[in-house]
C-alpha cells in the first residue's frame, strides 16, 4: 500500500502562496506527512521539482523529506516528512538576539550546502534577466517615488553580473520558508528552485531582515564562514532592488496586498542603501559578534558572549594575533582604517588579529581574520601556533592571546585588504618594524622582538590549540 492510499485524515494548511493545495495528512498508522497536491498539467515541473528534493535530501539538508510521488483523482501529488514545529518567522521574537543571529549562522552554512549540490553547466544571462526586469517595470510596473535612483544604480553596475558562476538556487530562502523544530531549523518549500548565481539568492534575504536583522546578518556570515567580501555587498545592492521591480511588476499590479508590501518595500530599499548611495544595508549589523566563552583552563563553557559587552568574572574568549612571514625575512603588515575614534588606534600599523567567533578554534580564526582583512588565504599547514598566553585587562576583561606564525610568499599586489578595516598594506623588515614601534607608528607587541629572535627555530615546532 502506497502511503497516499494510507491517508485517512486530511487537514488543509491554507498558509503561504503556492497554488499547491497542501494538507496535513495522517495514515493509518498515526503517521503525519505534508501532501501537496497540483493540477496534472504541472506534471513535468512537479516531477522534476520531486528529483530536485531528493537531490537535496541526499546532501543531509535539514528538510521536508521527500516521501512518495504519483498521480491521484485531483492531479498530481507529492508526499514529504512533516515537521512539528513553529514558522521561524514567528518565533524569531521569542528568541534573545544571540539566539537569532546563531541560528542565521546556521541558515548560512545550510544554504552553503546547498550551493554545494551539482548541477548541470548552464549559460546563464544574468545581464540579459535583469535588462527584462526593468523593461518589464517601465512598462507595467507600479512606480514608486525615487525609482529613477534605483534604476540609475542598477544599469550603472549591470556589468558586474557579468560571468558569474552558476548553481542551485533554492530561490526564496528565507524565514517564511523556514521552521523551528527543538531548538533547530527546517527548510520547507522548494518549490521555486532554479540555476543562477549564487549570490543572487540573497535578494530575498529582505523578508529574513524584516524579521530580525540578526539572524540576517547571522546567515550572510555563516555563508561565508566570517565576513563576506565587500565585492558581494556590490552585488547585493543591485540584486534587492531587481527583486523590488520585478515584484512590482508582478506581485504589485495583481494584487492589492503586493502592492502595499512592495510600495513599502520600495521606500525600505532607499532608506537601507542610503538613496542607492552605500552597499551596507542599514540592516547589515557589521559590529555584532558572538564569542565562544571558556573557562580560565580552555574549556568551552557552552555560553555564548556578544561583543561590547561586559564578561562575566572568570570568562575567558579568543583573541588571535596572525604574523606572516617571507622567504625575504619580511613580515607582512597593515595599517589601520581609522574607524575607532581612538589614537592609539586609528591609524596605527598592526599585524592581522581578531577575536574567535562562536565555532571557531584558534588556527580558525587565525586563518578567517587574514582571509577577511587582507584577502588572502593562509596554508593552515604552514603555520605554527607560537605562544598562548592569557591577560586581564584593568577593566577585568579576560581573553586568551594566541600568536600565530605563517610562512606566505604573496605578492603585495595580491593582498586585496578590506577597506573597512585596513588602508595600506606593505612587507616590511624587523628593522623597519623596530623603528616604526619607536616612533609610535606601530603597535607594541611586547613579544615581538622574541617572537623575530626564535622564528626559525619555533617553526620547526608542531603545536595547536
Not at 514529504?80 to 514558522?87: A, L, M, P, V
Not at 604574523?323 to 598592526?350: H, M, Q, V
Not at 595600506?424 to 628593522?431: F, G, H, I, L, R
Request: with cysteine; aromatic share 12%.
Amino acid at each position: 500500500m502506497t502511503v497516499y492510499d494510507a491517508i485517512v485524515k486530511k487537514v488543509p494548511i491554507t498558509k503561504g502562496w503556492s497554488e499547491d493545495n497542501k494538507f496535513c495528512v495522517t495514515t493509518t498508522d498515526g503517521s503525519k506527512y505534508l501532501l501537496r497536491v497540483s493540477p496534472m498539467s504541472h506534471y513535468d515541473n512537479r516531477k522534476e521539482l520531486y528529483a530536485i528534493q531528493e537531490l537535496v535530501a541526499a546532501s543531509n539538508i535539514p528538510m521536508c523529506k521527500p516521501v512518495e510521488f504519483g498521480t491521484c483523482e485531483d492531479g498530481v501529488y507529492s508526499i514529504q516528512s512533516w515537521i512539528e514545529g513553529d514558522d521561524l518567522e514567528a518565533a524569531l521574537p521569542l528568541l534573545s538576539e544571540t539566539e537569532q543571529y546563531v541560528l542565521g549562522l546556521k541558515a548560512g552554512e545550510i544554504l552553503r550546502k546547498i550551493h554545494n549540490i551539482p548541477v548541470p553547466e548552464t549559460e546563464i544571462d544574468g545581464i540579459g534577466a535583469v535588462e527584462r526586469i526593468l523593461q518589464d517595470y517601465q512598462e507595467h510596473g507600479q512606480h514608486f517615488e525615487g525609482d529613477d535612483k534605483v534604476i540609475a544604480y542598477i544599469s550603472h553596475n549591470l556589468h558586474h553580473l557579468e560571468d558569474r558562476p552558476q548553481c542551485f538556487l533554492f530561490s526564496d530562502y528565507n524565514v517564511k520558508n523556514m521552521m523551528f523544530e527543538n531548538g533547530e531549523l527546517r527548510i520547507i518549500d522548494f518549490e521555486r528552485f532554479e540555476i543562477g548565481d549564487p549570490w543572487e539568492e540573497f535578494k530575498n534575504i529582505v523578508w529574513s531582515a524584516y524579521a530580525s536583522p540578526h539572524f540576517a546578518t547571522g546567515q550572510i556570515r555563516g555563508y561565508f564562514g566570517g565576513e563576506p567580501p565587500m565585492y558581494f555587498f556590490r552585488l547585493l545592492s543591485v540584486y534587492i532592488p531587481c527583486l523590488l521591480l520585478s515584484l512590482l511588476s508582478s506581485w504589485a499590479v495583481s494584487s492589492e496586498f503586493g502592492r502595499v508590501v512592495s510600495l513599502k518595500l520600495s521606500q525600505d530599499v532607499l532608506k537601507w542603501f542610503g538613496n542607492m548611495n552605500n552597499l551596507l544595508p542599514t540592516w547589515y549589523l557589521g559590529s555584532f559578534e558572538v564569542w565562544d566563552v571558556y573557562d580560565k583552563d580552555r574549556n568551552k563553557t557552552g555560553r555564548l558572549h556578544e561583543r561590547g559587552k561586559p564578561m562575566a568574572p572568570g570568562d575567558y574568549h579568543i583573541i588571535v594575533h596572525v604574523w606572516k612571514y617571507n622567504a625575504k625575512g619580511e613580515w607582512l603588515i597593515d595599517k589601520r582604517t581609522p574607524r575607532y575614534g581612538r589614537s592609539d588606534l586609528d591609524g596605527k600599523w598592526e599585524t592581522t588579529g581578531g577575536c574567535a567567533v562562536t565555532g571557531d578554534d584558534s588556527l580558525n580564526a587565525a586563518l578567517r581574520e587574514t582571509k577577511e582583512e587582507l584577502g588572502i588565504d593562509l596554508h593552515p599547514q604552514r603555520g605554527i601556533l607560537f605562544s598562548s598566553t592569557d591577560q586581564r585587562w584593568e577593566d577585568g576583561h579576560t581573553a586568551f592571546i594566541d600568536v600565530w606564525v605563517f610562512e606566505c610568499n604573496e605578492m603585495i599586489e595580491n593582498v586585496v585588504p578590506d577597506e573597512r578595516e585596513v588602508s595600506e598594506v606593505m612587507w616590511a623588515s624587523a628593522d623597519t618594524i623596530r623603528t616604526m614601534i619607536n616612533a609610535g607608528e606601530f603597535l607594541d607587541y611586547s613579544y615581538f622582538e622574541e617572537m623575530v629572535r626564535e622564528w626559525r627555530a619555533a617553526k620547526c615546532v608542531t603545536n595547536t590549540v
